[in-house]
């Protein structure tokens, strides 16, 4: 039996046609109105890209529950609404294209759309009715919000290097879209050629690239009604669909002391960029030690009397784990581990934190995942930091998962560690691998970024500065300063 049949809505109401009011309509037009948009909606499979964490699972409900309640008067029929987090068949669910097959086998003769969107992405249905009326629907369309790179990146593996503009790919914030004709040939093409690449880092770009390139499909379509503007903001009445741009904040900001950051460091880096962590974002940490191979009084390191690695650092991460787990206070529920060239707001995760149980086996970051087409697992990539809650330290350490090797990849490693435990990682797209100039502005725009990673060409103190301090324009040296944005 397909698994969609355990979750998928086909909720019929009680026959309300004559009492569904729609103003300016004479009785006879209601009906008709209503019976349209009521077709149309059943041709719409609305999927919520949402995770299994209590906090993500709920802000997924709240969001089901809103398209149903405005599709209530449209029709007796409510629209089916899918949540990706329960479709637990598949590991690599979150990475959309091996649904592909099941989305074509349920859904690939009697609906016109999937239309996929995030759990802070807030839509007006009857304007979103209007706005996918206007494309064929026997037709392949890949509609969304384009995003593009200004200059090429490493985490699009430098695609486009000549002119990296020409290529767009879809903004999850505002929604995105694929008709069934494409998702039907997507399903055929992904039959005879099942996905092959090694490593998922940057998905709205890599579906771009293989629908195009290897599905031989269309370039995404920019739809302007798709919108991350807040649902407040003088544009929200012409946007189908808006964006909950804010930090969330569930109560309280967790305590300072709450929080324990460990960063990892070693000897040769201690001149350059220890200074830079002292210069921005310590001074938020109450609880903050370095961990290195050499021990130097003067910052002060702690030698974990494991040698540096020039790969992976696995050896040192469990050390750390194992040093947090027995020896910081026990009633310090949070970790976090960081590089030393991480930037961070420790004040902002604070916030973050608090929509976030400690006493569940929480592993929180931003998600990669390593060969999610046959298989395979995610993982909380390490430079943009790694946040544990200690009911997860104590289940890894409890499992004896340890490093195959002491320069394994100690992400990839605690990945598959939390894979076979059964705990899902809970992805942030708050938190960054790379650096500001990375990544489009108009992503970033719609974001209170918690990290940012590297500090190759640029200064990685007006980047905190600009984009992470407590407050955008913080005292430096006794003086005020400001930064502007466009320029990194």
């Given at each position: 039996?397909?698994?969609?049949?355990a979750?998928?809505l086909?909720?019929?109401?009680e026959?309300?046609?004559d009492?569904?009011?729609?103003?300016g309509?004479?009785?006879?037009?209601k009906?008709g109105?209503?019976s349209?948009r009521?077709k149309?909606?059943?041709?719409v499979?609305f999927?919520i890209?949402?995770?299994?964490n209590?906090?993500?699972?709920k802000?997924a409900?709240?969001l089901?529950r809103?398209?149903l309640k405005q599709t209530?008067?449209?029709g007796k029929?409510?629209?089916t609404?899918?949540l990706?987090h329960?479709m637990?068949?598949?590991?690599?669910?979150w990475?959309?294209?091996p649904?592909?097959r099941?989305f074509?086998?349920?859904?690939g003769?009697n609906?016109?759309w999937i239309?996929?969107?995030?759990?802070?992405?807030r839509i007006?249905v009857v304007?979103l009715l209007?706005?996918l009326?206007?494309?064929?629907?026997?037709?392949?369309?890949f509609l969304?919000k384009?995003l593009?790179?200004e200059e090429?990146t490493?985490?699009?593996h430098?695609a486009f290097?000549?002119n990296?503009?020409?290529?767009?790919f879809?903004d999850?914030?505002a929604?995105?879209a694929?008709?069934?004709?494409?998702?039907?040939?997507l399903?055929t093409?992904?039959?005879?050629?099942?996905?092959?690449?090694?490593?998922?880092?940057?998905l709205?770009?890599?579906?771009?690239l293989?629908?195009w390139?290897?599905?031989?499909?269309p370039?995404?379509?920019?739809v302007?009604?798709?919108c991350t503007?807040?649902?407040?903001?003088d544009k929200?009445?012409?946007?189908?669909t808006?964006f909950?741009n804010?930090?969330?904040l569930?109560g309280e900001p967790?305590?300072?002391e709450?929080v324990?950051?460990?960063?990892?460091t070693?000897?040769?880096?201690?001149?350059?960029r220890?200074?830079v962590v002292k210069?921005?974002?310590e001074?938020?940490?109450?609880l903050?030690?370095y961990?290195?191979?050499?021990r130097?009084i003067s910052?002060p390191t702690?030698d974990?009397?494991i040698?540096?690695?020039?790969r992976?650092h696995?050896g040192?991460t469990?050390a750390i784990?194992?040093?947090y787990?027995?020896?910081s206070?026990?009633?310090t529920p949070?970790l976090?581990?960081?590089?030393d060239?991480t930037?961070?707001?420790?004040?902002r995760?604070r916030?973050l934190?608090s929509?976030?149980?400690p006493?569940?086996p929480?592993?929180l970051?931003?998600?990669?995942?390593?060969?999610?087409?046959?298989?395979?697992?995610?993982?909380i990539?390490?430079?943009?930091?790694m946040?544990f809650?200690?009911a997860a330290?104590?289940?890894?350490l409890?499992?004896k998962c340890?490093?195959?090797?002491?320069?394994?990849?100690?992400?990839?490693v605690?990945g598959m560690c939390?894979s076979?435990l059964?705990?899902?990682?809970?992805h942030?797209?708050l938190f960054?691998q790379a650096?500001?100039m990375d990544?489009?502005?108009?992503?970033?725009?719609?974001?209170?970024?918690?990290s940012?990673?590297?500090?190759?060409n640029?200064?990685p103190?007006?980047?905190?500065f600009?984009?992470l301090a407590p407050?955008?324009?913080e005292?430096?040296?006794?003086?005020k300063?400001?930064?502007n944005r466009?320029?990194?």
């Amino acid at each position: 039996m397909l698994l969609w049949k355990a979750f998928a809505l086909s909720v019929v109401l009680e026959d309300a046609e004559d009492k569904t009011e729609v103003p300016g309509l004479q009785k006879s037009e209601k009906r008709g109105t209503v019976s349209k948009r009521s077709k149309e909606l059943k041709e719409v499979i609305f999927v919520i890209q949402s995770q299994s964490n209590s906090f993500h699972s709920k802000r997924a409900e709240d969001l089901k529950r809103d398209i149903l309640k405005q599709t209530a008067d449209l029709g007796k029929e409510l629209p089916t609404v899918l949540l990706i987090h329960q479709m637990d068949r598949h590991e690599g669910a979150w990475t959309i294209l091996p649904l592909m097959r099941d989305f074509s086998v349920a859904y690939g003769r009697n609906s016109s759309w999937i239309f996929f969107c995030e759990e802070d992405t807030r839509i007006q249905v009857v304007k979103l009715l209007e706005i996918l009326r206007r494309f064929d629907t026997s037709k392949e369309w890949f509609l969304g919000k384009a995003l593009y790179d200004e200059e090429s990146t490493i985490i699009h593996h430098y695609a486009f290097a000549e002119n990296p503009t020409v290529f767009k790919f879809p903004d999850f914030a505002a929604g995105w879209a694929l008709s069934i004709p494409l998702v039907n040939k997507l399903a055929t093409k992904l039959k005879s050629e099942p996905l092959k690449s090694d490593f998922t880092i940057d998905l709205k770009h890599e579906i771009a690239l293989y629908i195009w390139q290897k599905g031989d499909g269309p370039h995404l379509t920019p739809v302007p009604e798709f919108c991350t503007d807040d649902v407040n903001s003088d544009k929200a009445d012409q946007c189908a669909t808006t964006f909950s741009n804010f930090l969330p904040l569930c109560g309280e900001p967790v305590k300072k002391e709450d929080v324990f950051v460990a960063v990892k460091t070693c000897r040769k880096f201690h001149g350059d960029r220890i200074p830079v962590v002292k210069q921005t974002w310590e001074r938020e940490a109450a609880l903050i030690e370095y961990y290195s191979d050499y021990r130097d009084i003067s910052i002060p390191t702690i030698d974990l009397g494991i040698p540096n690695t020039e790969r992976g650092h696995c050896g040192k991460t469990f050390a750390i784990l194992e040093r947090y787990l027995n020896h910081s206070s026990p009633r310090t529920p949070w970790l976090v581990i960081v590089d030393d060239d991480t930037l961070i707001s420790i004040f902002r995760l604070r916030k973050l934190l608090s929509c976030y149980d400690p006493n569940e086996p929480v592993f929180l970051g931003e998600r990669y995942g390593y060969g999610l087409g046959t298989g395979g697992y995610s993982y909380i990539t390490g430079g943009g930091g790694m946040v544990f809650s200690r009911a997860a330290v104590q289940r890894l350490l409890a499992s004896k998962c340890r490093c195959y090797s002491m320069d394994a990849p100690d992400d990839m490693v605690l990945g598959m560690c939390f894979s076979g435990l059964g705990i899902p990682i809970t992805h942030s797209p708050l938190f960054h691998q790379a650096r500001p100039m990375d990544y489009p502005k108009d992503y970033l725009s719609h974001q209170i970024p918690v990290s940012f990673h590297k500090h190759w060409n640029i200064d990685p103190v007006k980047v905190y500065f600009t984009w992470l301090a407590p407050n955008a324009e913080e005292a430096l040296n006794g003086k005020k300063v400001e930064f502007n944005r466009e320029d990194l």
